[in-house]
């Protein structure tokens, strides 16, 4: 099959897909869209621009139980202290003479050399 062929067989499918599926598939129904009204009004605020800005200042604690923050800061806050570190001693020795290097052994292969 030659390439040519090929490009005209995918081409002659795929028109005769999309016909088959024009024909088979059911009209669309008619679309209802929701009923718009010209005029829609909005609720006012529940609350006066002073009263929110109070609001918004002032914190829920100090509005509900009237605390003070100042005296519930010093109350509950604390400073925490750390705890001075250990030292530890080194494991070398200060002045400890190096190792001299061994001479070189053989190793288990040394039969085979």
Not at 62 to 78: F, I, M, P, Q, S
Request: positive net charge.
């Amino acid at each position: 099959m030659s390439a040519l062929t090929h490009q005209i067989g995918f081409a002659l499918g795929t028109v005769t897909r999309e016909i088959i599926r024009a024909v088979t598939q059911p009209p669309a129904p008619n679309q209802t869209y929701p009923l718009t009204y010209a005029e829609t009004s909005l609720p006012g605020p529940c609350l006066p621009p002073k009263k929110v800005t109070d609001l918004s200042q002032t914190p829920a604690i100090v509005r509900a139980k009237g605390v003070d923050l100042y005296d519930w800061y010093e109350g509950n806050t604390r400073e925490i202290t750390k705890a001075a570190r250990k030292r530890r001693q080194c494991k070398r020795q200060v002045n400890s003479p190096e190792p001299q290097p061994s001479a070189l052994r053989m190793g288990p292969l040394a039969d085979l050399i």
